[in-house]
């Protein structure tokens, strides 16, 4: 049987979206089985750069998400945006991977990526809204199973 390790990625900051996937990929380069449970703001991880407004989203849910199309701010001194710039030039700088490099060996190392259906409903989220890189969409439940199974469990 081989290790698991179930990782909730809650937040939409790159940085904490940075650690989740360098976890994910040695992870899973060292041969665990790993799932990303995609909840609330980490669901903007996963939202394609064009967003698609439907007529059925509340009004409420319009508003949040063209308000959360943009690049993902950094937890600390984000600086109107800044931060995140300096940060991609500082990790460039040091050769480390970007967010999107990593998400590329993600998939390649066969990380699944499970989008939260109830936090989609609530934020008015639908499947033409988020990447193709999404195996499955999936409540609570089904974290579970797999939180259950896991020997690493993290809450990001």
């Given amino acids: 049987m081989k290790d698991k390790m179930t990782i909730i990625l809650f937040s939409g900051e790159m940085d904490k979206a ?9 992870a899973a380069s060292s041969d665990m089985d790993v799932s990303i ?10 939202k394609k750069k064009k967003f698609i407004i439907t007529k059925t989203q509340m009004l409420m849910q319009k508003m949040f998400n063209t ?3 943009s690049s993902l ?5 984000n600086y109107f945006g800044l931060g995140p710039w300096m940060m991609k030039k500082l990790m460039k700088k040091s050769n480390m991977a970007s967010l999107e490099d990593l998400m590329k060996l993600a998939k390649q190392l ?6 939260c259906t109830t936090s989609c409903g609530v934020l008015g989220l639908t ?6 890189d999404v195996n ?7 974290y579970l199973a797999e939180a259950k199974e896991s020997k690493v469990n993290l809450f990001i």
């Fill in 73 to 77: 701010p950094i937890s600390k001194m």
């Fill in 110 to 115: 066969n990380v699944k990526y499970i989008a």
């Fill in 67 to 69: 308000m959360s199309t």
């Fill in 37 to 46: 449970f995609f909840t609330f703001w980490g669901l903007n991880i996963l």
């Fill in 127 to 132: 499947k033409e809204n988020l990447t193709d």
């Fill in 136 to 142: 499955e969409f999936a409540g609570a439940a089904t």
């Fill in 18 to 26: 940075i650690a989740a996937f360098t976890l994910a990929t040695t």
